[in-house]
């Protein structure tokens, strides 16, 4: 099959006979994949615990112990004297870590209340703690079994269906052994169980509990001669500072707490120099290097430190295209579906755009002049493809022959060229002129040509078709329109909008059509084709949702802002403060909760990363390092009262900043030299 699933063309025959035609493409199903919004997954990338919320590991669905995309256990049973422990609590402890509660009544005349407890406690590690407690007044001996088993299936195939059966056992040392084609995996028991049966997966033990008493069983699943994880998001090796947010709204602190844990969780090393630090996409569909993904949210947290963005940065630099052709410079990334009115989209489009903003955003919050240095090239080969592949042409086209010109790559481009151009000025490299230019000519033509106007006032369209067709739709991708970058002295950069559109687009996004109350819709209500649980046709997604916010209050939007800040935190709230990819995009009413999608990453990079630009808009920090400088543009309506961030990181050095319940901001705490600008 071709690309798209149309049929190949067969060659002709030898003797120029005419061969018979292709039979119709069959329309291929896609995998549905299996629910995660009910799973506990903890995450400490590599490795992954996935659950439901009875604890036991059935080996159905996505459950098991993972290790670098592989299942290294599939099923972990528990059994007390014969029978399972009745399930009465789940919940996430950290990130990384899900305690399970159950318990047992052993004796049929002792009344209704359970007189053992069973505790597992599972880490995203491999190991699994199993503790009883008895909490009758006498003594007990208690049968303990484990049935254990895996099929070394890789996620993909898991989450398709195709893990196959269950590989058989041995006993190893003090637990079981499998061994596949792909791999090896043990567990190992401490203590060492009384009993190890392989044909049955079964490892048991004899355990004397006194009244009151407790006992422990630690079970630790492992790749065949590999050691435990080592998490990158641990203590000093964490490139993400370890801020704190307090005031009158106490969501506030719940809610960072958690993206912080996330974000650590969501950390990998790249191989090629594990130095450098970049965020996985998201768990447990996308636990590898999305490169829109990782620049973006690396962007949303340069007030933890410009650590993350210099690794991230690192990391895809290497991935550059070298070489001739047109597309020298690209930073390759995969297709994206972007809803039911426009072909997919190029993600690499977006990474390449992204490179050279996100390297003179850092440099703005304080990365090192020597290290901004080091990535100037690779940023510029991306600004070198930006102007090679328009060339001529004012707009950035589709890179598929035939593709539409689309509203948000138009905001990329124009945000990378200004940013580009203020970043070669600054190291005194050629170019800058020609892209302003360039910029001030898409400026131009942009208002005019990308503006549909309608009897409520107009709106930005989502697209152009190349015979010069307006797509109208109202979706969250114009929210780029207002995401303009932070240039010096604390301005940010022109938009594509003058002030009437601007004030027209946030006017729409602040309506009900694309306000759900719980966040930003990524399809207004009244297009065509909405559906609530649409991840590009009308559900919130969190990382489009903060750059409207942020988008809005840089504007002086702030009652729209405001809205949509308050709506994603109420969401918040509903999901525990662990805020997924997206979820649906449903009105929100009284004592109403938000409804979980499905297939959503939870944690998801950008989602956590959002959560930091929400609470930091609040503030309004606007850095200029190189100029030893910060400006403060809080939201002077204070939608969460008062509220202080401390621990943030502006030109290398601790930074803390209050808004009072008036909108003013005060520094705290801040890098010495560190002037407060106007």
Known sequence: MGAGGAPERA?????????????????????????????LICVALPGLAISTDQGQLTGQGLEGFYRAGRRMLSRCEVRVAGREPLAVQARMVTA?????????????????????????????????????HNTA??????????????????????????????????????????????????????PPPADALASAGLLRWELELPPGGTRSVELRVRPDGAGPIR???????????????????????????????????????????????????????????APADALAAARMTLPLGTRLAVGTLRTLARTQLAGPGAQFGLIPGPRRDVGPHLPPGCTGTEATLL?????????????????????????????????????????????????????????????????????????????????????????HRFRADF???????????????????????????????????????????????????????????????MDSGWGLRSLGAKESAYNPFGHRSGAVRVHETAVAVAGLAAAGYEKEASSLLRGVLAAADGFGHRLPEMYAGE??????????????????????????????????????????????????????????????????APFAVRVSRLGLAMVEEAADGLQLGV
Not at 105 to 113: H, I, L, N, Y
Not at 259 to 286: F, I, Q, V, Y
Not at 407 to 429: K, P, V, W
Request: proline share 11%.
């Open 137 to 190: 007044l006498r003594p007990m001996r208690l049968p303990v079994e484990v049935a254990l088993g895996t099929d070394l299936a890789e996620l993909g195939a898991v989450a398709s269906g195709r893990a196959g059966p269950e590989l058989p056992a041995s006993v190893h040392d003090s637990g079981l052994r499998w061994s596949g084609a792909t791999g090896q995996s043990t567990v190992t028991a401490h």
């Open 451 to 513: 503006w549909a106007e309608d009897r409520g006032g107009g709106r930005p369209a989502a697209a152009r078709t190349p015979d010069g067709r307006l797509v109208p739709h109202l979706g969250a991708a114009a929210v780029h329109l207002l995401d303009t970058g932070l240039l010096g002295a604390g301005t940010h950069a022109p938009g594509l909008l003058d002030k009437v559109q601007t004030e027209q687009l946030a006017r729409l996004l602040g309506g009900p059509a």
């Open 96 to 132: 990384d870590r899900a305690r399970f509660m159950g318990t047992l009544r052993m004796s049929a005349d002792a009344g209704p209340d359970p007189d053992v407890m069973v505790e597992r406690t599972r880490h995203a590690d491999g190991t699994e703690r199993i503790t009883l």
């Open 231 to 289: 998490p990158v998001g641990r203590g000093a090796t964490s490139p993400i500072a370890q801020a704190r947010a307090a005031g009158d709204d106490p969501g506030a602190q719940a809610l960072l707490h958690t993206c912080l844990e996330d974000l650590e969780a969501l950390l990998l090393r790249d191989p090629a120099n594990p130095s450098d630090t970049h965020l996985a996409a998201g768990a447990p569909w996308r636990c590898g290097m």
């Open 355 to 443: 490179f050279p903003v996100l390297l003179a955003e850092a440099r703005r919050w304080g990365l090192p002049e020597q290290e901004t240095a080091e990535l100037l090239p690779a940023a510029e080969r991306c600004l070198q493809w930006l102007r090679t592949t328009t060339g001529d042409i004012t707009y950035l086209a589709d890179p598929r022959p035939g593709g539409p010109l689309r509203c948000e790559t138009q905001a990329h481009a124009h945000r990378a060229a200004l940013l580009g151009a203020d970043l070669l000025d600054a190291y005194a490299r050629p170019g800058g002129a020609e892209l302003r230019e360039w910029a001030r000519l898409l400026r």
């Open 11 to 39: 060659p002709a025959g030898a003797r120029g006979q005419v061969p018979p035609p292709a039979p119709p493409a069959i329309p291929r199903k896609p995998a549905e994949l299996p629910p995660a919004h009910t799973t």
């Open 587 to 652: 009105q929100r009413t009284a004592g109403g909760a938000p409804l979980p999608h499905p297939a959503a990453c939870r944690p998801a990079a950008t989602a956590a990363a959002a959560g930091v630009l929400l609470l930091t808009t609040l503030a309004g920090i606007r850095p200029d390092a190189p100029a030893g400088t910060v400006t403060l543009r809080p939201v002077c309506s204070a939608p969460l009262g008062e509220i202080g961030l401390t621990g943030l990181r502006v030109a290398g």
